[in-house]
């Protein structure tokens, strides 16, 4: 694995990521972005005097996720625990690390049920799930309706999303935004991500005819659902999903299919340099120490959220669980200070970022440049998206 067993001097940090199993992919990228900070700062001199470690263990599912967090605590003794990638993973782990006191620090995991709990000792670097449904209904409403000459509650919205706890929290929120906004829900559908045949579920939508598309999933499902949407002429004027299409394998898979799907979520790496400072740095960085580029934006949230734990961890002067609590409570980066764009302000009460940011990104041309909020753009959104028949004529 990427970092050796901890010695008797080193910082020990316990990390819970999905390594095996059907999450592997991103779980791998996110571990890099954690990899990269750890690199960096221990090429610095480390931390508190000493070389940070990392124990990683292998979660691919969330009975394996807090038996991983059980041994990390009693077995390992770790003060303190990153992950998860999966919001099912982090709500098991989190349980067992309040337990025992321990501090757990998510940085890819986005339910918002995760901090809801109030533990004193979860934080969460990464934006909420809700923060996600929110973004996306703004852009739709306030950005993309009145380029159609329209009002929200003259556009019909419809949601898909995969069953699990991660989908089935962002359609939750996303159907409330709707409602805020005054945007008609004319579809709202579960699927199982394992899913081989998303057919009836598209038939399903194409019957309700929604103008757009909410739609939280991970990496195959999404790739299959734009497959047989063309199979099944099911046209939209945009997609804003979350999840796995961020990765470059889904242009990959798709080719040209790919034009015009939205990913609403992590800062992608195509933004705008002014926006999120420090973005091409880290680019720089990721191939440099790990010989690779990054890919998507999951390597680039777990590194900035690695960083803001050793920062909290150097300002709390020790690595014990009060010490960091304190230290994180008194970080204070403001609104376009990383190299995600957001800034870093936890709420005491359930140890959310309340600055973590969601913009837009878009497939064009096996590109995914940021394209809203428009001081983070580096292109323009394709809006409305052609249909399946005017993509075949050109």
């Known amino acids: ?40 700062v221990n090429g610095k001199g480390g931390l508190l005097g000493k070389k940070v470690e990392f124990i990683i263990v292998d979660a691919p599912d969330a009975k394996a996720a807090a038996a991983a967090a059980e041994k990390l605590c009693t077995v390992d003794k770790v003060k303190v625990i990153m992950g998860t990638y999966s919001s099912s993973l982090s709500y098991a782990a989190t349980n067992v690390a309040d337990k025992y006191g321990v501090v757990y620090w998510e940085l890819g995991a986005i339910s918002d049920s995760i901090t809801a709990r109030g533990f004193k000792y979860v934080f969460r670097t990464c934006p909420a799930a809700s923060t996600y449904s929110y973004s996306a209904l703004k852009c739709m409403s306030e950005y993309l309706a009145p380029k159609l000459g329209k009002k929200p509650n003259q556009v019909k919205l419809g949601l898909v999303f995969e069953d699990s706890l991660f989908g089935t929290t962002q359609a939750k929120f996303g159907y409330e935004a709707a409602k805020k906004y005054g945007m008609p829900v004319v579809a709202n559908i579960p699927y199982n991500a394992k899913s081989t045949d998303l057919t009836p579920v598209i038939l399903r939508l194409k019957a309700a005819k929604p103008d757009f598309l909410l739609y939280p999933g991970y990496f195959t499902d999404q790739v299959l659902f734009v497959r047989q949407s063309k199979e099944l002429d099911f046209n939209y004027k945009i997609a804003l999903t979350t999840g796995g299409s961020g990765l470059k394998d889904f242009g990959k898979a798709l080719g040209d299919d790919s034009d015009g799907v939205g990913l609403v979520g992590f800062t992608s790496m195509d933004v705008n340099p002014k926006f999120a400072k420090g973005v091409k740095e880290f680019a720089a960085l990721h191939i440099k120490l790990l010989k690779k580029e990054a890919d998507g934006p999951y390597p680039l949230m777990n590194y900035m959220g690695t960083k803001v734990l050793f920062q909290a961890i150097k300002k709390g002067g020790a690595l014990e669980p009060e010490a960091v609590r304190k230290g994180a409570l008194s970080i204070d980066i403001p609104p376009e ?36 909020p428009e001081n983070a753009a580096i292109a323009k959104m394709i809006f409305p998206l052609p249909t399946w028949a005017e993509r075949k004529k050109k």
């Open 1 to 40: 694995m990427l970092a050796g067993p901890a010695g008797a001097q080193d910082l020990k940090i316990g990390v819970i990521q999905p390594l095996s199993g059907p999450m592997a992919l991103l779980g791998k990228y996110s571990l890099e972005g954690s990899e990269v900070a750890r690199l960096e």
């Open 337 to 372: 200070g990383t190299e995600t764009g957001g800034g870093v302000k936890f709420d005491p009460k359930t140890g959310q970022n309340l600055r973590a940011i969601t913009p837009v990104a878009q497939w064009q041309n096996q590109q995914m440049p940021t394209v809203w």
